[in-house]
């Protein structure tokens, strides 16, 4: 089942922070952030691995509530470049695949 | 971090004739591919699992027959749109992950968009 992101778009200007969550309904086992510029492939930001984990690349770091089957991404002090849609795909127990939200649009203006 | 190509970038063919569409690992190797087709302001949705040396793994409702998947090496997996159709354009794309770990990263090539006339 697909996981639920939250807001589907946001707009900053730069320097503003934002916060992008993405809920499950099913027990996750990991979470993967992506960010996907227009016409281009999604690109591998980080990866949770166990409730409660943070990680950190950047100004852009994650949060993963194993218990609440959630994670959230926190963009701090946002730049032009963070600018795309982010997409969080969550793993299960099956090799390597992942189910991904529907995506979060995020726009960032000078 | 890990490379994954794609080839070609763009196709455009006419409807009834048939895409092939290749995926490789520059860097490293993988026994396992996975294909996702994303329409356009939508989410990647996977397709199918490519398997090295044995049968590609579909996901619901994806046609094997139309979508035939070949993982010939441990760098390269092929995906052959058949008989493609106007309803098939769209933007594919392969990812592998780096390892056999179930926490591996997985790295997406750069995709190759679909326009069937």
């Known amino acids: 089942q697909q996981p639920v992101q939250s807001p589907q778009a946001v707009i900053l200007r730069e320097g503003e922070d934002a916060v992008i969550n993405c809920s499950s309904s099913k027990a996750l086992y990991s979470v993967h952030w992506y960010r996907q510029k227009h016409g281009e492939a999604p690109v591998f930001l980080m990866i949770l691995l166990k409730g409660g984990e943070q990680m950190r690349h950047e100004k852009i770091s994650a949060s993963f509530n194993e218990k609440k089957q959630q994670s959230s991404l926190y963009l701090t002090a946002s730049q032009l470049s963070y600018s795309g849609t982010y997409f969080c795909g969550t793993g299960g127990t099956s090799y390597g695949k992942l189910t991904f939200g529907q995506g979060t649009i995020l726009t960032v203006h000078p | ?117």
Request: hydrophobic residues 30%; glycine residues 6%.
């Open chain 2, 1 to 117: 971090g890990a490379v994954v190509s794609q080839h070609p970038s763009r196709v455009i063919c006419k409807s009834g004739t048939s895409v092939k569409i290749e995926c490789r690992s520059l860097d490293f190797q993988a026994t396992t591919m996975f294909w996702y087709r994303q329409f356009p302001k939508q989410s990647l949705m996977l397709m199918a699992t490519s398997n090295e040396g044995s049968k590609a793994t579909y996901e619901q409702g994806v046609e094997k027959d139309k979508f035939l998947i070949n993982h010939a090496s441990l760098t390269l997996s092929t995906l052959t749109v058949t008989s493609a159709h106007p309803e098939d354009s769209s933007f594919y794309i392969c990812s592998a992950p780096t390892g056999t770990r179930l926490t591996d990263t997985q790295y997406f090539g750069p995709g190759t968009r679909l326009t069937v006339l």
